[in-house]
């Protein structure tokens, strides 16, 4: 019980003081003025009243005598007073706060799959500012910073991107922008018989200045490829699916392969040898021929009537300038000799007994 009386007069005591600190300002106006000031004693007579301590009593009678005898100066109450006031003003001054702004927005992107995609924003705004970046309005987890990396992106991650960044005086939305992701293209290869060489070049053996040829013959799907090789070694411009060496020489005897290619890969070859006989040089060429039995018109042609032959010659055959005369209608051969190495061609004629020359015979050839 006695400890509830002492929160009662402890209470009487504090409404007591802030009474009088009102009562102290009244007074001192009203003393400069001359007024009475009985206000301030009715108030002691109503503490006394109360059921209050003898040391809460000291305590307002300090401070009530403080206020009366000052004479208008400043008191420790006024001084208290005018701080608390002062304090009071400056704690309800507000503090203002720029809100977010934001002047660059996100923008929208196109990226293929398995590439990177970067979102960025620039904002400003007073204090600490946070950012919140969404995926279709929901939070991206810990994407918390002003640039937003989406690496080894996927068609999944396509979508419209936002960012929330917020300060002390609220949250500004940024507009949405678009992530578009190419996906990937996926191509189908046909299946494709590769090739095989169903016949292989064969080893060819000619004369010298001579033709040579080569051939192989192949199956497979789509198109198909040839590369003739001489020893290893790519033949330029051989490329189809057989080979001719117009005129054989030396130089060209070696083995021969080729490369038959399509989109099943490459097949080689069985190499196949080509080599050459020399043509015998000789410094003489025998011509023989047959006694003609008739003339051109027809009529028959006796021996007594043939009184020799001519015989045109030349290494051009539309040029025979070089010529040989057989003075016997019974002659059938002739040698030539001392002729350079080369091809000739020949082409004989009859002269009978009247010196008339008929016509040549066809021309005919032959290499020395």
């Known amino acids: 019980m006695a400890q509830n009386n002492i929160k009662i007069q402890t209470v009487s005591v504090v409404i007591g003081v802030y009474r009088l600190i009102f009562l102290q300002h009244n007074l001192k106006r009203k003393i400069q003025f001359g007024v009475e000031t009985m206000s301030a004693l009715n108030i002691l007579k109503e503490l006394t009243a109360k059921s209050v301590s003898k040391l809460a009593l000291a305590f307002v009678m300090t401070f009530f005598l403080s206020a009366c005898g000052a004479g208008g100066e400043a008191t420790p109450i006024d001084d208290a007073v005018d701080s608390q006031a002062s304090t009071e003003t400056e704690e309800q001054a507000p503090v203002q706060i720029d809100p977010v702004q934001i002047s660059s927005q996100p923008q929208n992107l196109t990226v293929d799959s398995g590439s990177a995609a970067v979102f960025s924003v620039t904002a400003a705004g007073g204090g600490e500012l946070g950012f919140q970046w969404r995926k279709n309005q929901q939070n991206i987890q810990g994407a918390v910073a002003r640039t937003l990396t989406l690496s080894n992106v996927s068609v999944a991650e396509a979508g419209l991107y936002d960012v929330v960044v917020s300060n002390s005086e609220g949250d500004t939305v940024s507009l949405s922008a678009l992530l578009t992701v190419n996906a990937p293209v996926v191509i189908v290869e046909p299946i494709i018989d590769p090739v095989v060489i169903t016949s292989q070049p064969q080893a060819v053996s000619v004369y010298e200045n001579t033709a040579a040829s080569f051939s192989v013959q192949v199956t497979g799907d789509g198109d198909i490829s040839y590369q003739w090789l001489k020893g290893g070694e790519v033949i330029n411009g051989a490329t189809s699916s057989s080979l001719t060496i117009a005129s054989v020489m030396q130089a060209d005897v070696d083995n ?113």
């Open 256 to 368: 021969y392969s080729v490369i038959v290619t399509n989109a099943g890969g490459p097949v080689f070859s069985e190499p196949a040898n080509l080599s050459m006989t020399p043509v015998q040089v000789v410094s003489s060429i025998e011509l023989t021929w047959d006694i003609p039995q008739q003339r051109e018109d027809g009529s028959d042609l006796a021996l007594y009537e043939i009184n020799g032959y001519v015989i045109a010659y030349g290494t051009d055959e539309s040029s025979l300038t070089s010529q040989l005369t057989i003075e016997s209608g019974q002659a059938t051969s002739t040698i030539l000799e001392d002729l350079s190495s080369g091809t000739y061609y020949f082409s004989i004629a009859t002269v009978d007994s009247d010196g008339v020359q008929g016509a040549y015979s066809s021309v005919i050839q032959q290499s020395i």
